[in-house]
T-cell receptor
Framework: NAGVMQNPRHLVRRRGQEARLRCSPM?????VYWYRQLPEEGLKFMVY????????ESGMPKERFSAEFPKEGPSILRIQQVVRGDSAAYFC?????????????FGSGTRLTVV | SQQGEEDPQALSIQEGENATMNCSYK?????LQWYRQNSGRGLVHLIL?????REKHSGRLRVTLDTSKKSSSLLITASRAADTASYFC????????FGGGTRLMVKP
């Protein structure tokens, strides 16, 4: 039973390009969470999704960032027109039920570098 | 900010010693969770303590929770070099909100 799979592990984009980060939750998990982590810092919540629904996007920047979790396929975090400040590690986590009651399973992250 | 704060930010000990990390939070919680992160990796869930619990054990881990002080502590007993990692507390409101972490180094 594979864990949470994130790809790519490393992504380099030039300023102005688009970045697409993918997350496949654990089998049987229908709740997905995205977090961003800057070096030497904790994780900052971005968005919480269930299949086909955004439950909480209070941590998402208002512009350029979007997330989806379609009925089929992985969850996608999309960053349009990337800027240097978007460079960070982006982690996805999943849970079978409301994760705050049980704990999250994290992927290994995607490290985005904007040059 | 609802973010918790870990204390200390960094801790260096010798193998065999105990390591204690503290966490404070600002809002009411359903539970409080501790996670571990090895360098360059994702977070691994260690232990969850519910708001009506005061202490919980898991192997060499001991977690306490004081809701009146809005604080928790994680104790790792008989530390090993392999325990070297960053440790984060996360308070569970509507979603998990993480603190800045304690970077633990255990010297062999």
């Amino acid at each position: 039973n594979a864990g949470v799979m994130q790809n790519p592990r490393h992504l380099v984009r030039r300023r102005g390009q688009e970045a697409r980060l993918r997350c496949s939750p654990m089998k049987g998990h229908s709740h997905v969470y995205w977090y961003r982590q800057l070096p030497e810092e904790g994780l900052k919540f971005m968005v919480y999704l269930q299949k086909e629904n955004i439950i909480d996007e209070s941590g998402m920047p208002k512009e350029r960032f979007s997330a989806e979790f379609p009925k089929e396929g992985p969850s996608i975090l999309r960053i349009q027109q990337v800027v240097r400040g978007d460079s960070a590690a982006y982690f996805c986590a999943s849970s079978p039920l409301k994760g705050v009651d049980y704990g999250y399973t994290f992927g290994s992250g995607t490290r985005l570098t904007v040059v | 900010s609802q973010q918790g704060e870990e204390d200390p930010q960094a801790l260096s000990i010798q193998e065999g010693e105990n390591a204690t990390m503290n966490c404070s939070y600002k809002t009411s919680i359903n539970n409080l969770q501790w996670y571990r992160q090895n360098s360059g990796r994702g977070l691994v869930h260690l232990i969850l303590i519910r708001s009506n619990e005061r202490e919980k054990h898991s192997g060499r881990l001991r977690v306490t929770l004081d809701t009146s002080k809005k604080s928790s502590s994680l104790l790792i007993t008989a530390s090993r070099a392999a325990d070297t990692a960053s440790y984060f507390c996360a308070n569970a409101g509507n979603m998990l909100t993480f603190g800045g972490g304690t970077r633990l180094m255990v010297k062999p």
